[in-house]
């Protein structure tokens, strides 16, 4: 009886240590195929990185070469690298299959920052120094210096190193657009950059609205960047990348510097560039602004607006706000002005600062404006959202020594242009402004 007790026991025994190694087993086995899967995760980056690559070196861009410049834009590229970097009129860069490496962008700020906390700082504190490896492609280019245009992009690429397999912690599929903005805050130039973005887009034959947009600066927040998140899928500050430490995109363009947008003042255009009515479209549309490309002026309710300039915290090297060219006595003027307008019922004068408007509302009185007026500044840039065959008069203070950026800007845009010297006087002013906007009225309203 005792020898079948010991005997059950030993087999119960038996029974346990044989579960137990099962259960190690089975624990041993979950363990080794966890690795494997990690394993052949970080493997199925690495091909899919070679696989994608190969994918777009197959696809060809169909280039959209009608008009200036992109007929000269065509007719001028350098391609290297197995066509994964493409020079255009030695100005700006397309690259595809690239990896960016954020952690090689060197600077003191993220970007984005409130501009009430970056106040003095100095502007060079607002731009990254690009260190070896910060991007990266799949060969070799010898001697790159002498294709790359003399800008800041010859910063960036000073930084590329080659890959054969790389892994990569994000994929960027849509087209990415690297922009280096320099006057981040005033109207004019950022008009200049998003007219140069959509130009590429233009060229590219992208969709604006599916194009990123990739910040190389680290300026403050500001008041214009809603222009880029409305005008564009949306984009991304490269400080803001650095917890990335490699990025590959599948189509990265570089653009051009800002003085090298084909509607800045140093182009000296005076008739518009390829795409550049469908930009200002693509700009209305996206600010739910209703326009009406040949609307005629309605001489029976003449709208005539006057932008004037106040004080306002643009950028962080001008922490007092104080703008140059206001009007003395601005108050006066405007009254005088009211009064005198008042006597004609077809003709409704208002007058605004844009400093605390929203960029829809801005966009809405320019568009339904016949006659604006405006000190020289850089709100005269809406002239280019105006109505064409309408009026900007440009008022300039002493000593009288101004460019002719609205002027062309006027032109691009069919407005007629005039401007007018003011003296120092108040009654003197209102009265040239009024006997100015008197004379185009009777030229319009005959």
Known sequence: MCIRCHSRLTISRRRNYFFHAIFVILCI???????????????????????????????KTTLNC??????????????????????????????????????????????????????????????????????????????????????????????????????????????TIAVNRQDYANFYHTITDLYTVYLLCCFFRRDPKSVRILFLDAHPKGSLDILWSQLFHSYTRLGELKASPSIFYRELIWSQPQSQSEIDVQRYRKSAPSCFVKFREHVLKQFNINYKENEKVNCQALNVFFLVRHNYVAHPRNPSGKITRQLTNEQQILDDLKMKFSKYPNVNFSFNHFEESSMEQQLNVISQTDIFIGVHGAGLTHVLFMKPNRCLIELILPPGSIGVHYELMALLNGVEYVNRLISGGSWDTSRTIFECVMEKISHSCP
């Open 29 to 59: 086995s979950s363990f080794l195929a966890l690795k494997k899967t990690k394993t052949n995760s970080s493997a199925s980056i690495h091909a899919r990185t070679v696989s994608t690559f190969q994918n777009i070196l197959i696809n």
């Open 66 to 175: 009608v008009g200036d410049p992109l007929k000269k834009w065509c007719e001028n590229q350098v391609q290297l690298c197995n066509s994964s970097l493409t020079v255009y009129n030695k100005l700006f860069v397309l690259t595809r299959a690239i990896i960016l490496q954020p952690q090689y962008a060197k600077g003191k700020l993220i970007g984005g920052e409130d501009i009430q906390t970056v106040l003095n700082q100095p502007e060079q504190n607002e731009y990254f120094q690009f260190e070896k490896d910060f991007i990266k492609l799949s060969c070799n280019v010898e001697n790159i210096q002498e294709n790359i245009p003399n800008s800041h992009l010859l910063n960036v690429f000073s930084s590329l190193t080659t890959y054969e397999t790389h892994p990569v912690t994000q994929i960027i599929n849509e087209t």
